[in-house]
């Protein structure tokens, strides 16, 4: 889910690439795969004009449905939507203590927090420029606030570097800052970069990196007070007659460079990762659940869909209730609008063409696990001063996020305990959910000990198990995009296809919404045609 | 007020000392200021054993003054504080509708904002690391929300680069990064710095220079999705159809060091200046307005200190109610600790020895100056997506800040419109409230035009017109700290100071706190040493 889930799937992905194709192509891939940026969303969208009585069958009450549901209905046509789940959302969804959480393979979990704790096992942060998204939390009166994304006192690990202690990310940015300030100081010095620097702007770059890499007089990154005010000091300063401070020594960059930790450094830096990101008060999954309440009956929940068929007429959609699954269902439209993550819609027999079928078919989805763990105390508020942001591991368990409110609060906390892709989460998926949160807090308490004596309970979630998305978001090739993105995208006769598979902004649900106005803008602009045919 | 304002009056400083001793005496001196750094606060403090019936008088009811009352008073002392406000907190202040405020000269300014906005003339932000304000506002049950300092949709600004038009600062980090980072490639692969980088390293920095710095395989900081992924793209990825990108063009080395927007680039870098740091919900003066109910009636108000006079049997305090001036009225006690700030308490007599009293006249004051603009819409999140943080620009306004708070709220929103120092601040100080207002409103608009339609209403306070400062923070040179610093914090008699300005994180409520907490510690031990012989 998001950025960095993509971000390390494409790793894998690139990976692939990378083996037959070389770098050349890996890079190309990697444009392809356009995981992370701005929503075009420009304000709400126009429908005006709908025939008189159209109506709309929408399959998927997740972001993309919900989106489309309560534009349709505005609009004026008729709408219903089928939704699998018990619930509204999607991956849109918080697990709050009472909820219970069945997997495919039948595991059933029974979150166990305490009241106003939550983990979310999808999305969990909207960046600013996610437009779409956000005015739809506007207009539903969804609370947003902040969520930090890179906290300087958070930290960055190697389990094979600097003895497996955690570095502070500070130290590291300050420091991989400093030493590249020196270095080409040093060759901007040398008068070997006369080439590529006019001697107007030698001085200046020179003056900037002095003060941009905290560099002494002589261009040289050591133990000062000015690196110490940006990677922290041996003593810190204070009040009084105990007050004077005392410089940290740096890193040196070789181990920076073979710990790999400035890996880490530019998180905050990309685009959907930049401040100021955002979370809705009490839970991403607030922002479902105020869509459901929006649309009410309007959404038929626990509804399987088993077939879509399509005539020169209208939609037909078969399905069952989870609860009685040997009644076969109907429901009939105009139109549809199909939601239905990828690797499940494979499995549903419907009568589109090639085009759309292939498509379709051409999307892996991304194997992702979060586990959501329990303390006693907030151990790493008050031992550690971390409030918020995420800390970066090479274990298995890749992030471990700090929750983004209740700070300073006294009492139990929730962390993100890991939030798991690749090979990894292959096999944290094979394992039972039980097993899955004891090897997270194995692997954690190399980062925080605490965890062994603070423990309380924890849930785990992977995506590959999720009997309502059979994965975590899809995962574009840029040879699939090139050949199937558009056909995925086109309507086919009487039913379109939306989500966030149906994106450049995979994996967020800014892509979910995007999608969904392009394609019912589109949808509309059919209806109205034949409409006026009619 | 904090680090900006220690940075600019630092920058100050530090050019009256360039302009004759070099750059060396000025790397020195920047060193020397120390005005950004974590607190050493380890706790509460521990005051066993006080003397039976020994009492202490407090003068000053700011956050220094405060946290000896508060932690005297625990300890078992009688306590005694007297404050020239009709209100508690210092400099700990929220201006809110209905509030008005007096400043020397007599120029009264009544705020007219809206209900729940506000705007803090002096301390705004608390970083992670400040420990001792932190943990008092947990004890006084003060909430914390998150503070965005950077914001990388905010503008760095240079009234005299790229057409006076505002850059969002994504774009210059991302710019610098990406040349810097090309430049030192070209380096590292023409060899130019074998010496300074092995064999075995310059693989490994490359590497992570085209990662950092999102270079291109040839190791060129050109127009690319990835490069655009952090500094933002021409047309922005989306959903459906009309989704593909189309990548930005990046701003070229030279025009970025031209208009010294490289200056604004590490502002989040900075150890005062990181993630996480935060505000009291409701404004910073929530800190204050709490102590105050804590300490109820042991704070006089409206206490105007006239003379401080101490012999071998206690101190005694002469002073005049502000609505009654012609009367003195008298203090007593056995010890005193005085939070008044230097340019007040400079002009008040005391007894204590020459090397106190050159101390307390050793050490200038900031001028600075912060106005608070009302506007009929939150025009910067609803036109441009600026949802907190800070745009800098070389105008004399310098920080145009956010408000942190009711993000995505309709209705009015007030922005802190300038901050000012230096030179311009004596400038400011100069004019009536109403002419600030007016002055920064002109500067803003070149930022935002906005401003002209949508201004409301506007403060405006310039501490070195206030009464109760004089000032804003103490500014300590290399050469006054080694002269005074000590013999400022060092008891005299019966008469210890504390303050900001008695510490090494001078601007920073942490400094007051911490500084009080030592001066309180080493008199209590006198008090005991004392009580022991009596």
């Given at each position: 889910m998001e950025r960095e889930g993509a971000s390390l799937s494409r790793r894998e992905l690139l990976r692939m690439i990378g083996i037959t194709a070389g770098s050349a192509a890996m890079y190309q891939a990697m444009d392809g795969l356009g995981l992370a940026a701005e929503s075009p969303y420009k304000g709400p969208i126009d429908l005006q004009?709908?025939?008189?009585?159209?109506?709309?069958?929408?399959?998927?009450?997740?972001?993309?449905?919900?989106?489309?549901?309560?534009?349709?209905?505005?609009?004026?046509?008729?709408v219903q939507v089928?939704?699998?789940?018990?619930?509204?959302?999607?991956?849109?969804?918080?697990?709050?203590?009472?909820?219970?959480?069945?997997?495919?393979?039948?595991?059933?979990?029974t979150c166990e927090f305490d009241k106003d704790l939550y983990i979310n096992p999808g999305p969990w942060r909207i960046p600013y420029h996610h437009q779409g998204i956000l005015s739809y939390a506007k207009r539903l009166r969804v609370?947003?606030?902040?969520?930090?994304?890179?906290?300087y006192n958070a930290y960055l690990h190697s389990s094979s570097a600097f003895g497996g202690k955690p570095q502070r990310y500070r130290e590291i940015k300050a420091d991989y800052q400093g030493h590249v300030a020196e270095l080409l100081a040093k060759a901007t010095r040398q008068n070997a970069l006369d080439a590529a620097v006019s001697k107007e702007d030698r001085?200046?770059?020179l003056e900037s990196l002095r003060a941009w890499g905290t560099l002494d007089k002589n261009y040289s990154y050591v133990s000062s007070d000015a690196g110490s005010d940006r990677r922290g000091y041996k003593k810190d300063p204070g009040g009084g007659l105990t007050a004077r401070p005392v410089p940290s020594q740096p890193t040196g960059l070789h181990d920076i460079l073979d710990?790999?930790?400035?890996?880490?450094?530019?998180?905050?830096?990309?685009?959907?990762?930049?401040?100021?990101?955002?979370?809705?008060?009490?839970?991403?999954?607030?922002?479902?659940?105020?869509?459901?309440?929006?649309?009410?009956?309007?959404?038929?929940?626990?509804?399987?869909v088993t077939r879509i068929h399509q005539d020169d007429r209208g939609v037909t959609v078969n399905y069952v209730d989870t609860s009685a699954p040997d009644t076969a269902l109907t429901a009939k439209?105009?139109?549809?609008?199909?939601?239905?993550?990828?690797p499940i819609l494979a499995q549903i027999p419907m009568n589109v063409g090639p085009a759309m079928s292939s498509a379709i078919s051409a999307v892996p989805y991304a194997a992702a696990i979060k586990v959501g763990l329990q303390f006693k105390r907030r151990f790493w508020e008050e031992d550690e001063h971390i409030y918020g942001g995420i800390t970066y591991t090479d274990l298995p368990i890749t992030n471990i996020g700090y929750p983004n409110t209740g700070f300073f609060s006294s009492g139990k906390g929730v962390l993100l305990g890991a939030y798991i892709w690749g090979l990894n989460a292959m096999e944290f998926t094979?394992?039972?959910?039980?097993?899955?949160?004891q090897r997270v807090l194995e692997y954690g308490s190399q980062i925080h000990p605490q965890y062994t004596r603070e423990f309380d309970n924890g849930v785990a979630v992977a995506w590959h198990r999720s009997p309502f998305t059979m994965g975590c978001y899809g995962m574009w090739s840029t040879d699939a995009r090139a050949k199937h993105y558009d056909d995925l995208c086109a309507i086919d006769g009487r039913i379109a296809l939306a989500g966030e598979h149906a994106s450049f902004i995979g994996g967020w649900q800014e892509g979910a919404v995007t999608s969904s106005l392009d394609a019912i803008g589109r949808l509309h602009r059919r209806a109205v045609a034949q409409g006026a045919k009619a």
């Open positions: 004009g709908a025939p008189q009585g159209a109506s709309v069958l929408i399959l998927g009450a997740g972001i993309a449905g919900m989106t489309a549901a309560y534009e349709l209905r505005n609009a004026g046509y008729r089928l939704e699998y789940n018990a619930r509204s959302g999607g991956r849109n969804w918080s697990l709050r203590g009472g909820d219970t959480y069945t997997e495919l393979g039948g595991f059933t979990q609370a947003l606030e902040p969520f930090f994304q890179v906290n001085e200046k770059l710990s790999k930790l400035w890996q880490g450094i530019p998180t905050g830096d990309t685009y959907d990762m930049q401040t100021a990101l955002f979370q809705p008060v009490g839970g991403m999954g607030r922002i479902g659940e105020a869509f459901g309440r929006e649309l009410g009956a309007l959404i038929r929940y626990n509804s399987k439209a105009d139109w549809c609008l199909c939601t239905i993550p990828l094979a394992m039972t959910p039980p097993e899955r949160v």
